[in-house]
């Protein structure tokens, strides 16, 4: 059995300065969402401040979009009463789902802005967004949150006891979901889009992907405590808002190759039509 190594959440004091862990995470995410976004821009004949522009536009979207998200999704009631509860950042409280919404919408908006394909920007978001995720998970076992549920197994290895949660031994679902949705689906991704590939196929398997994990992992991990268990006694809010990402990834992913399929065919008629007729 391990216990949670207390880690203080204040990672470097410089004078009234304080960096926090949590911070650093979204800065390492960001910052490898940056490299790798550069390094494939040479695929796609990107410069570099386009780059530059789209980083900051996810950036954007991811704490907008999760801010509103939990606040919509989680502490609406709180919201009612107290709206500017919204922008006091600085209490926590982001949405993985809200934050996925806003980087969407941020994509929309650069692809008018450069006149680009959504869905080719879309397609790069499913690469390089699973390493922010994974820093994120990181940060939340670092502040002791989104712990696992009790282990059903004593003898579990890995059983970690949360001494300002309780005595029980649990489950570190925050690792759990920075392995899983993180470093593994950057490299089923990263290794599926090394070779070309129909369009939005890498969106379509970033949310099977990720709504598989997520939808698995939230049987290990414990319950928001305002929110418990929202459809059968069984499935959490997380389950609730992943589902329809797994249904909505199988579905693109058919018609993605579906579409490569009927353009495949279409230039192989064509090519033997302009053979023939010369």
């Known amino acids: 059995m391990l216990t949670y190594p207390h880690i203080d959440p204040i990672a470097l004091s410089l004078g009234p300065l304080k960096v926090h862990w949590y911070g650093l995470m979204y800065l390492f995410g960001f910052g490898s969402a940056y490299l790798l976004a550069l390094w494939r821009a040479k695929r796609i004949g990107w410069s570099n401040d ?7 536009y996810a950036a954007m979207g991811v704490i907008i979009g999760g801010r509103l998200g939990y606040v919509f999704f989680y502490g609406f009631d709180r919201f009612i009463n107290d709206p500017l509860w919204a922008f006091r950042l600085w209490e926590g409280g982001m949405s993985f789902h809200g934050g996925f919404l806003g980087v ?10 450069y006149n680009t394909p959504w869905l080719e920007i879309t397609d790069l978001f499913a690469v390089i967004v699973p390493p922010g995720l994974m820093f994120g998970r990181l940060g939340n076992f670092i502040g002791g949150e989104l712990w696992g549920r009790p282990v059903t197994n004593p003898e579990l290895p890995w059983g970690m006891v949360f001494p300002h949660v309780d005595a029980l031994a649990r489950h570190p679902s925050q690792l ?7 470093l593994l689906l950057f490299l089923v991704i990263f290794i599926f889009t090394l070779k070309p590939r129909p369009r939005m196929a890498a969106s379509s ?3 099977i992907g990720y709504g598989l994990a997520r939808f698995i ?6 319950p928001d405590v305002d929110q418990g268990f929202v459809l059968f006694d069984w499935m959490t809010k997380g389950q609730m808002l992943t589902a329809p990402m797994i249904v909505l990834g199988v579905v693109l992913l058919a018609i993605s190759y579906r579409k490569s399929n009927v353009a495949r065919v279409a230039e192989q008629t064509r090519a033997a039509q302009a053979k023939r007729s010369r």
Do not use: M, S
Request: proline content about 0%.
């Open 104 to 113: 969407l919408v941020a994509g929309f908006l650069f692809a008018r802005r």
């Open 217 to 222: 992992i939230e049987f290990y991990r414990e």
């Open 176 to 182: 759990y979901e920075a392995l899983f949705e993180g």
């Open 50 to 56: 386009q780059v530059a522009d789209l980083i900051f």
């Open 205 to 207: 398997l970033f949310l």
